[in-house]
């Protein structure tokens, strides 16, 4: 009988100390997935306004994007860009993730802040263009060693097209000062 208590009360502790483990990282993982905010900015957007919808939409791609980007650096990983890149951008970051891992690094970026302002909203609803000034931390690793670290602003030139009823990133690159 004391067997069978001590069995029953060292299985409760390791079921409560599993759970206790799980919640955390359930909430880590759920939370690690969802792409932070980028407010757009389009009070003076031409040749013509972005509806509400439009923007709200589009402001959750081009943060999906962002974080795509991470994921596909950091993992050298072109996959993790087909959501939410196509074209000039999605061939771009696709190379520079295949050029890592032949080179056996990888680049840790975060986009800690942006602000973000639509120029441009096509006359057709199809495309705009953002330009973002973003401040980047990046952190190129070689090995699981850091070789190099950099935070600062770059000014960022997007341009967003509807692909299959949803906003992809058609160009993200540096802008010229």
């Known amino acids: 009988m004391a067997t069978r208590r001590s069995r029953l009360l060292i ?3 390791g079921a409560a100390l599993a759970i206790s483990g799980a919640v955390p ?6 939370h690690a997935d969802a792409p932070q905010t980028i407010a757009l900015q389009a009070s003076n957007v031409q040749p013509r306004a972005v509806e509400d919808p439009t923007l709200q939409a589009a402001s959750r791609a081009y943060a999906r994007a962002w974080n795509d980007l991470s994921t596909a650096l950091s993992h050298n990983d072109a996959n ?6 196509v074209g000039f951008a999605h061939d771009r ?4 993730a295949r050029d890592q891992n032949a080179a056996g690094f990888t680049t840790n970026m975060s986009a800690e802040s942006h602000h973000a302002v639509v ?3 096509s006359i057709d609803g199809s495309s705009m263009q953002i330009r973002d000034d973003v401040q980047l931390k ?3 690793m070689d090995g699981g060693k850091t070789i190099a670290t950099e935070t600062k602003t770059v000014p960022y030139i997007a341009v ?3 692909v299959d009823e949803g906003w992809k990133v058609r160009l993200l690159q ?4």
């Open 11 to 13: 299985l409760t502790a």
């Open 25 to 30: 990282l359930a909430q880590r993982l759920v």
């Open 80 to 85: 993790a860009l087909n959501a939410s890149f």
């Open 93 to 96: 970051f696709a190379a520079q």
């Open 119 to 121: 120029e441009f909203y």
């Open 138 to 140: 990046r952190e190129i």
């Open 160 to 162: 967003l097209s509807v």
């Open 174 to 177: 540096p802008a010229q000062p």
